[in-house]
């Protein structure tokens, strides 16, 4: 069963020499979900399944371990009728699909319709390098296809190396004496959770922002107003805190890595214990090498991905 990439375009197509129209019916986490009648042009039919796909997904932080991320189950057939909008007789059987659906995406100079190799891809993001940064004395994971199947390997306190289906990645360990590494977690263009720590230093900023009015404060029994009242009201006050990040010296390949967390949707920070939803703030990066700027490093701002006032209703 084909691994798809959900934040991509997925087409599924049926060409014949007679067809005017076809029905598409998607089944998706084993539910009938959605039933499109569309005719041909030229008696080819194209469906794209991959944004009404999308809409099941469900991020997962994954835990303290990173073992769980959400797949999307997809199934369908496709229905071809000799008539415009469904009418006619059918032609043949129909024409079935079944996938796995990864919250996953593709380059635009990839072209259409990838999937992720089924054997051996390596689906932890580290720039084709199979290098992963790890602070000194603390478990990690990565992910590899195994058959077809995302499978999470367990790299342990100690371990400078460990082996991914077929895949060996190396496991460089960092001190970071003066700073409390932050860790990042974010859903890598494979679809898998990833952390990522940032080692040098980082600083937490609050931006407010609010509404005001002007407001009558005049006691007309008095004739007379209370200074201490305010005459301009604030309302509708709230914040949300912002973190500014510095990673250590990276390898040049290691920029994919940046670019991957600028693209994600999802990302967390983990902060003294405490599991963070945020925003990647930073959109613009200038790309980094070795040749122009001798070392690597980057700042990264988040922002929470919520208020700091609760306000769910």
Known sequence: MANILLRSPRFQTVTTALHLSAKLELTIDGALRYTILKNATSNRTVFEISSLAKDYYIPNYGGSTGSDFDTVAISGSITKYTGLNGTGSTIGSATTFSYIGLYAYSEFREGANQEIDPDDAELTNTGNTSKVYLPDNTAGFVYAMDSGTPTKYTVSTTATSVNASTITYAIERVCSAKYTPIKMRFINKFGMPQDFYFFLKSAESVNTKSETFKRNIFNYSSSNYDVKSHQTKTFNKNGKKRL?????????????????????????????????????????????????????QYTLEVEDANDIINNIV
């Open 244 to 296: 500014t990040l510095n990673t250590d010296y990276l390898i040049e390949d290691y920029n994919a890595v940046i670019e991957d967390i600028m693209l994600s949707d999802y990302v967390w920070i983990l902060k003294g214990n405490i599991v963070r939803p945020v925003t990647v703030v930073t959109s613009s990066l200038t790309k980094k090498t070795s040749l122009n700027d001798k070392l690597i």
